[in-house]
């Protein structure tokens, strides 16, 4: 499901939203720090692919 909609919602709004259901979905349940996780692991992934490397993530049509 995230493969098809990422192209829709774009990378920056749902991968932070897959990472926090997987996770959960894996059994950890402080919903606080899945969160925290969840958006730092994006921003983190967003920066070394878009800032460092130069290689465009997908905005989707919410954001273009």
């Not at 990378?11 to 969160?35: C, V």
């Amino acid at each position: 499901v995230y493969v098809l909609l990422i192209n829709i919602g774009g990378f920056i709004l749902l991968t932070p939203i897959y990472i926090f259901i997987m996770s959960s979905e894996l059994g950890y349940r402080n919903k606080t720090i899945s969160i925290i996780i969840a958006l730092a692991t994006t921003f983190t992934i967003y920066l070394v692919f878009k800032v460092v490397l130069g290689v465009p993530v997908p905005s989707g049509f919410l954001f273009s």
